[in-house]
């Protein structure tokens, strides 16, 4: 691995953090025009940011040190996490420190911690919060690892940027399997990532929270980090989404027209999966926490077909 | 300065356990005896053994001995390999953690009445055995030794006799130990009638059709399995573990499970040595069944070591998965993989040993310091025993596989192998192991998930009874216990390349060859099977995540003194309480839901006579209901048919004996 190529990384790691809000601020512009609203500033969840980080964070007199420690531990790990996920080139040596199944394993420890931190302050929101995500995300986390293992075995490879550059190379045929995957893993990104219909990152009600109710005891800075982790997040399971299933565009190298070009694509891409969030979202209603697992369900089957799918008829083949 | 052979330190490990044994017997007369003597002793056996099995895995080479013992034609053999060095190192670790925590824990029992003679002899002797299981050469010396262990522990399950409950589970493990000793016996028998000894040399060497190896498979399978706790035998164990004295579940657990791993390793990849994917997805599914069942049993619990109980039955299963898929990899030609298969299987041994023993001292930290096992009156523990909180977390974290701890590199070797399915010619086969992925991948999950139960019950949170509250620290002896184990799961999952070279001798031995490549790209680069396959770098992601954190909380947290407190948000109302806490049933209740039909619920609302309700809520396991009380049954419906030859009559039971003889003199001649 060359200097070049971990300077690359760094580079690209630090886009995913200075990005990540602009792709939350987008979606609830495209959500307020079509509701006929004017809408926020795109750059209004940079204020938000900037603002929490210069507000006094307060704690409860029960929090105890795992409270402190978790939106550092929450933010680093999903940035050590999307930072292994080609987003302008795929000649990233970040790949090879953290595969896939590492990626999903470093998406659990964030997600570990933060329900931890929900259950700390000792209050019912939090336990209730802590409670359904991680009963969301038992369901979710195996259907977002079977369907990084259909592309991981059609590439035999679980690195992430020889995924893509398998897709590259190859033949362009539709691969049922792919079909499979794909929509299994964008269900699995709506409720991973806390949208609707599984949950609403705009409720103000604590009933019916699962993300909100687990950060509700934060403040200031803590608030801040915690929040610019979950765009994060948002943005690495949209580039997951992006730049996997349709890699088309992404730089091969490390030429500076190839990567400006990189840049520009990989915008544009998640400039329409943002709308296309954005969309569903203003015609889909939040699902009662119990039909959820029926929609993980799906996710889960979807993904286990497309993976058996792929065994069995394009293995052979 | 001479450097004792391997062979004589394991020699000495088991001196050192047996004299500790006898040292206790004088306990009854000086109580301090156990703390000061008993339990150093066990510690440095423990030590001896860890550095012999280290010995025989970096010098590789068998090392036999004869022991002046057992029958004239008969006499007990003991051969230390690289397999045995290996399980040396797994029982050694874990009972010097126990042998050091011990000296702490055990000082709760002296002013008790409880026999102090008993605790610490057949702790000795449950060692012991333990140790002259995996060193045993031959079947005789196997059964003798798997006899004692079982025995021994049994006693150790029945320490707090005054209990009706903790008297019933010592009797049902006690009888499955031997159900599943008659199995291995069995399965001994028929490697020996056609190997001509009960040698373990003799059985190599024998030549065994399919359906006769497959009958000493199933008869192993079925034997280890009992003792290993694969559902659906599992019931006794999750009765059994959690009432010995907490060192002692932590041995059982942690180290008491990988001996049955290392019988059913032993017996069918070394002794019975042939693969049949017949077999291996047998393995598979029983593995698989034993990793979802046990998870999904354990989140329902909510007494701490009942569920940590819970938790063995579900690694087991996916050490079971990992051999499954070694042995389908192997059967189909497929050597590569197959050796990175059984070398997770191994990696996850070794840790579920690390981790089980270490949240079983913590449960055990926790029982000590607030006699209580009860998730539901917990809280808060973690400001009360920062460092058993700590250690605690760690244990957590682990177990759930999440990196950069040792769980997730054993999860990940087997997703590796898994992963290598395309290789297979057999669609149906292919087809089986995305199944067991899934299984394994929604199991890692559910054990997440309750892990953040467990502690955010009982660590976080606010106390929810006066005991609890009032919990205080514990003695430094059980701290250092703890926190040995907690460094080892730290170091396996951040430097799985040198471990996996430590270990390599194991395959090298048992399946004539090496996974060399995994570390062939330096210490940094875990490559199982090619490094543009896979790659996990452990010590980066490791170092990433630490530096960064370092830095995050130094930048941000320079003000760390002034946070202001402020009362928890209350809607408006009145001050939340530590009632109004989510407890550890409610935080298990969406899942409950949707697993429903796995369990046996018993939930309901019942009028008191004080106009009151009262809600109760008790969930089984249904493999009571679908398999013991059925045999529980028929075993008393056979019984009272027997019942009547029973006259009281001596002459008729020595008739009764001599006809059983003839026939069987009969049968045999």
């Keep these: ?317 | 300065m001479i450097v004792a052979s391997p062979l004589v330190l394991a020699g000495s490990a088991v001196a050192l356990a047996l004299v500790s044994a006898l040292v206790s017997l004088y306990s009854a007369r000086v109580p301090q005896l156990l703390r000061q003597l008993v339990m150093p002793l066990f510690a440095l056996a423990g030590l001896a053994a860890l550095a012999a099995g280290l010995g025989a895995l970096v010098q590789g080479g068998v090392a036999v001995a004869e022991l002046p013992l057992g029958l004239p034609w008969l006499p007990w053999g003991i051969r230390l390999d690289a397999l045995s060095g290996f399980f040396l190192c797994v029982i050694g670790v874990v009972s010097f953690a126990a042998g050091v925590y011990g000296r702490g824990y055990v000082r709760g029992f002296e002013r008790g009445g409880d026999s102090l003679p008993a605790l610490g002899g057949f702790t000795g002797l449950f060692l012991a055995g333990m140790l002259l299981v995996v060193l045993a050469d031959d079947a005789f010396l196997f059964m003798v030794a798997w006899e004692l262990m079982s025995l021994s522990s049994y006693f150790l399950v029945a320490f707090h006799h005054d209990h009706a409950a903790n008297r019933r589970a010592a009797f049902l493990y006690l009888l499955m130990a031997h159900i599943g000793g008659l199995s291995i016996l069995l399965g001994y028998g028929v490697l020996a009638s056609f190997g001509d000894g009960f040698a373990f040399d003799a059985m190599r060497d024998a030549e065994l059709s399919f359906g006769w190896a497959s009958v000493a498979f199933v008869l192993a399978f079925v034997g280890f399995g009992m003792k290993a706790g694969l559902v659906p035998l599992h019931a006794w164990l999750p009765e059994a573990h959690p009432v010995a004295p907490s060192h002692i579940s932590a041995l059982m657990s942690g180290v008491m499970l990988k001996v049955a791993v290392y019988g059913f390793i032993r017996v069918v990849f070394d002794l019975i040595g042939q693969f049949h994917w017949q077999w291996s997805v047998a393995v598979l599914a029983i593995g698989s069944v034993s990793a979802l069942m046990g998870v999904l049993y354990a989140l329902m619990q909510h007494d701490l070591k009942r569920l940590l109980a819970y938790h063995s039955v579900e690694n087991i299963g996916i050490i079971f998965i990992g051999l499954g898929l070694a042995l389908l990899f192997l059967s189909t030609g497929h050597p590569v993989v197959g050796t990175l298969a059984f070398v997770a299987a191994l990696y996850h041994t070794i840790n579920h040993a690390l981790f089980k023993g270490l949240l079983f001292l913590g449960a055990g930290a926790v029982l000590h310091s607030t006699h209580e096992r009860d998730l539901e009156q917990m809280g808060g523990l973690l400001r009360r025993m920062p460092w058993t909180g700590v250690f605690f977390l760690v244990g957590c974290i682990s177990i759930s596989a999440l990196p950069p701890f040792n769980g997730f590199v054993s999860e990940w070797l087997t997703f590796q192998a898994a992963l290598q399915a395309w290789r297979l010619d057999s669609g149906v086969l292919r087809s089986l192991i995305p199944i067991t992925a899934a299984v394994l991948a929604l199991t890692g999950a559910l054990a997440a998930a309750c892990f953040v139960k467990v502690y955010g019950v009982a660590f976080l949170g606010q106390a929810r009874s006066r005991h609890v509250r009032r919990a205080r620290r514990v003695p430094h002896s059980m701290r250092v216990g703890q926190g040995v184990l907690a460094l080892l799961c730290l170091l396996l999952g951040v430097l799985p390349t040198y471990f996996i070279d430590l270990f390599d001798a194991v395959p090298r031995q048992v399946l004539g060859r090496g996974l060399t490549q995994a570390s062939a790209h330096g210490w940094l680069w875990l490559t199982p099977i090619a490094p543009e396959t896979a790659s996990y770098g452990a010590p980066l992601v490791a170092i990433t995540l630490a530096v960064a954190l370092m830095l995050g909380l130094w930048l941000l947290g320079r003000g760390i003194r002034r946070v202001r407190r402020c009362d928890a948000w209350d809607c408006g109302f009145a001050p939340p309480t530590a009632t109004m806490q989510y407890t550890a049933s409610a935080f298990a209740q969406p899942i409950r839901r949707v697993f429903g039909l796995l369990f046996h619920i018993d939930e309901g609302l019942e009028a008191q006579h004080n106009g009151r309700l009262r809600h109760h809520l008790h969930v089984s396991d249904r493999a009571w209901g679908l398999l013991y009380m059925p045999v529980a049954r028929l075993v008393e419906r056979a019984a009272r048919h027997v019942v009547h030859l029973q006259s009281g009559n001596i002459r008729i039971y020595l008739g009764w004996t001599l006809a059983t003889l003839l026939v069987l003199l009969w049968i045999t001649a």
Excluded at chain 1, 96 to 114: E, H, K, Q, T, Y
Excluded at chain 1, 283 to 299: E, G, I, Q, T
């Design chain 1, 1 to 317: 691995m060359s200097q070049a190529g971990w300077g690359l990384a760094v580079a690209q790691a630090l886009l995913y953090v200075a990005l990540a809000p602009l792709l939350a601020g987008w979606i609830r512009k495209v959500k307020a025009s079509l509701q006929n609203r004017r809408g926020p500033s795109v750059l209004q969840p940079y204020r938000d940011l900037r603002k929490l980080f210069a507000k006094e964070a307060r704690m409860a007199h029960t929090a105890s040190l795992v409270f402190r420690a978790a939106p550092y531990v929450v933010f680093i790990a999903t940035w050590l996490a999307a930072a292994a996920i080609p987003l302008v080139t795929t000649k990233l040596p970040t790949a090879a420190m953290a595969d896939v199944i590492v990626i999903v394993g470093l998406l659990a420890l964030a997600r570990f911690f933060l329900a931890l931190a929900g259950m700390d302050v000792g209050t019912a929101f939090g336990g209730m919060g802590a409670s359904r995500e991680m009963f969301v995300s038992a369901l979710a986390e195996p259907a977002m690892l079977m369907a990084v293992f259909t592309l991981a075995m059609t590439a035999h490879s679980t690195n992430l940027a020889s995924v893509v550059d398998y897709q590259l190379l190859g033949d362009n045929i539709l691969r049922p399997s792919y079909m499979f995957a794909l929509a299994g893993l964008v269900l699995v990104a709506v409720a991973e990532t806390g949208r609707i219909p599984v949950d609403n990152p705009a409720t103000h009600l604590e009933l019916t929270m699962i993300h909100e109710a687990m950060i509700l005891e934060y403040s200031g800075r803590h608030l801040a980090i915690m929040e610019w982790a979950a765009q994060l997040k948002l943005l690495l399971y949209g580039v997951l989404l992006a730049n996997v299933f349709f890699p088309w565009g992404i730089a091969e190298g490390t030429d500076p027209a190839a990567l400006g070009m990189g840049l520009a694509v990989v915008v544009g891409k998640l400039a329409v999966l943002g709308a296309a969030l954005a969309v569903s979202e203003t015609v889909l209603a939040k699902m009662r926490l119990f039909r959820a697992p029926d929609f993980l369900n799906l996710a889960l089957l979807l993904t286990l077909l497309g993976l058996l799918s792929h065994v069995i008829l394009e293995v052979g083949a």
